[in-house]
């Protein structure tokens, strides 16, 4: 429901007057279900209702995360060998970093003959991030399952990726309370946060994954 996408229910039954759909839900997921007496054209050419993706590759490669507010963060790009939790950083100006950190990479990727759509799952997100591949945005996901239809933007060969990753205020606004006021970024009228509150978990997570659904 919140994405837009359209799917047909090929699979159904009919019983005493009743028809039954299977169903299949994510997370925090949800489906409008409409009955046409008009056949909707939707370009997908599963069998079943909800068909599984699979995954055929892990992005494990190293990451260059650039943190853009520089007052808060880090002045220059980070390198990240893998992906990990700002909150999990020894690095105080990532750990409460709050705001927004692009990260960049390249992957190859090989492609084969069959018909397919091709995702991007980003894993675990904290809290929102928007993709571009080879400068193609592919969209922007805030809740699970972090993932994009990547159709048409992944190339044979080598492939360029850009994740923008926003997280949470509060972060920032916890860090600030360990800091002289001469040194705090931030201001709120009703303040009721500690030093010791636990903090939001940021950044991108992972495991980012290329997966595919095959087509009839």
Known sequence: AMTGTVIPLNEYAEKEGRTIVPIKMKVNQSWFVVFSDSQIETGKGYDK?????????TLE????????????GPKEPVSFSKLTDWIANDNEKIKYYSGTAVYKSTFKYT????????FIDLGKVGVMASVKINGIDIGTTWMFPYKLNANGSVKEGENTIEIEVVNVWRNRMTGDKSLPDANKTTWVLVDKITPEE????SGLLGPVTIQVINKK
Do not use: G, H, R, Y
């Open 61 to 72: 490669m190293p990451w260059t995360v650039d943190f853009k507010n520089k007052q808060i």
């Open 111 to 118: 492609k084969n003959d069959k018909a397919q759509d091709l």
């Open 49 to 57: 209702n909800f068909t599984d993706s699979a995954v055929v590759q």
């Open 198 to 201: 636990e903090l939001i978990p």
